[in-house]
């Protein structure tokens, strides 16, 4: 289906709540999603160079949220293994995660690390407004993502900083081949987003995007000097920060 108005993608017949528990409460377990990397995201197997994109996310999600010194306080919705909550923590973020998965989250919790199995409990804990979400490879996995972000909006501070990572299906309708199949499966994603229509959907839960800031964590000068490159120029796509309005 498509929006007249705005362009957004989504398909029309999607599973029920329950159904969604099922998917990703059982089905996709830990074991499941690290063949599923293995076979198809090769760069998840390089540990190293995803902590260090995981670093900068964090770095920047900190320079954005200009929380005076004090600690991130951060909600990871969705964080699945955790890699990105252990790196924000130890960078000395307050990080907290929400997760579904038992099974996935399993190593992360024996870390010591804080996954939350939905917000309700997030809220029975009495946290305050949270300075930074990250919603990474999520939204296209629920069946209302603007209730989502109005949701996640009013929990956060104001001027606070939401993150969202989305596939990019700009062009994609019918899959001509499995890339353009993991952008838009069924079952698992029921929206398809672009660079255009995730910028529109943010901007309709009252949020306002921002520019990605530059962050460095290398010593090699050719690499630094590309990130002040990619800084100056920003193609759109659709790994977006948002800041929620003040007014």
Wanted: proline share 4%.
């Amino acid at each position: 289906m498509q929006c007249s108005q705005c362009g957004m993608h989504w398909h029309r017949n999607v599973i029920s709540d329950t159904s969604v528990a099922t998917v990703y409460g059982i089905w996709a377990d830990a074991e499941q999603a690290r063949r599923f990397e293995e076979a198809h995201v090769p760069n998840k197997q390089n540990q190293k160079a995803l902590r260090i994109q995981m670093a900068k996310l964090a770095l920047r999600l900190e320079h954005l949220a200009k929380q005076n010194g004090r600690p991130l306080q951060l909600l990871d919705f969705g964080c699945g293994d955790g890699v990105f909550l252990s790196v924000a923590r130890a960078l000395g973020a307050d990080a907290t995660g929400i997760d579904v998965s038992a099974s996935r989250t399993q190593a992360a919790r024996s870390d010591g690390l804080t996954i939350l199995p939905d917000l309700a409990a997030l809220d029975a804990q009495g946290r305050g407004p949270l300075d930074a979400v990250v919603l990474s490879q999520v939204l296209e996995h629920v069946a209302d993502p603007l209730a989502l972000l109005r949701t996640l909006h009013g929990r956060l501070r104001k001027g606070g900083i939401l993150f969202v990572a989305v596939p990019n299906a700009h062009g994609v309708s019918v899959p001509q081949n499995f890339h353009q199949f993991t952008l838009v499966q069924p079952i698992e994603h029921m929206n398809a987003f672009s660079p255009v229509t995730l910028r529109l959907i943010g901007q309709k839960a009252g949020f306002t995007p921002v520019r990605r800031p530059s962050a460095f964590v290398t010593t090699k000068s050719g690499e630094v000097l590309r990130a002040a490159a990619n800084w100056v120029w920003q193609r759109r796509n659709t790994d977006i920060f948002f800041r929620k309005k003040k007014a």
